[in-house]
């Protein structure tokens, strides 16, 4: 029936926006904060200080980035191509004048700001007509657990800042502690990991 059928469309969405949610905001926030260390590792300590900044702003451009295309794609597979094509220009259009504003005064951090807020407005237009359609978005609880994580992961990182190589260590370790947490919060469970799995499989296979 439809109701039967809405409702599993309903949990398909609040899974996949769990989904996005555990993979991106930890790593943003981790990457956020060890920003001039990583530069510092991958390009040398002369380029750490000036891009620190913008990789920071560009961590998070690069998450919205991926909401963004997750919601499209839902709006699209509903059968809304044509609103997708409409909000991604009005994204561009964002961009190019947020960009046109910011990149003269802040150069590459400007243009990893006009990203930023471009995308954040494209996923509240493309939240709102998904929430309008499907009157289901994602679980609130669950997002705020996992920011909660990641700021704890962002905390640690900064009190704690790894250099040179040792920050790959960093990262491992941290990656580690946010699995604990979010297992502790129930966030995370073995039936997400046999799903993980799973999939991997299935990537094998083909």
Do not use: W
């Given at each position: 029936?439809f ?6 469309t309903q ?9 996005a949610?555990?993979?991106?905001f930890?790593l943003?926030?981790v990457?956020s ?7 510092a590792l991958v390009?040398g ?5 000036a891009g620190?900044?913008?990789?920071s702003?560009?961590?998070?451009a690069a ?5 963004f295309?997750l919601m499209?794609t839902?709006?699209s ?6 609103k997708s094509?409409?909000?991604?220009l009005?994204?561009l ?18 243009m990893?700001i006009?990203?930023f807020?471009?995308l954040?407005v494209?996923?509240?237009i ?17 997002l705020?657990k ?7 992961l962002?905390?640690?990182?900064r009190?704690i800042?790894?250099?040179g190589?040792w920050?790959?260590l ?8 946010a699995?604990?947490?979010?297992f502790?919060?129930k966030e995370?469970t073995l039936q ?10 299935f990537?094998?296979?083909?």
């Open positions: 029936t109701i039967v059928h809405l409702k599993q949990n398909y969405i609040k899974k996949s926006f769990r989904f949610f555990l993979l991106l930890p943003a926030f990457i904060a060890s920003s001039q260390e990583l530069l390009y300590l002369d380029y750490s200080f620190s900044l913008a990789l702003a560009l961590v998070f998450s919205f980035y991926s909401l295309l499209t839902l709006l597979a509903s059968g809304n191509p044509v094509f409409i909000i991604s009005i994204v259009i964002f961009v190019f004048l947020t960009g046109f504003y910011l990149i003269p005064l802040h150069g590459i951090f400007g990893a006009a990203m807020v471009s954040l494209g996923c509240l493309a939240g709102f007509s998904i929430l309008k359609k499907f009157r289901v978005l994602f679980d609130a609880v669950a705020l996992i920011l909660v994580v990641s700021i704890i962002y905390v640690i990182s009190l800042p790894f250099t190589f920050l790959v960093e990262y491992f370790i941290l990656f580690i502690v699995l604990i947490l979010l502790l919060i995370l997400d990991i046999l799903l993980i799995k799973k999939m991997c499989n990537k094998k296979i083909l």
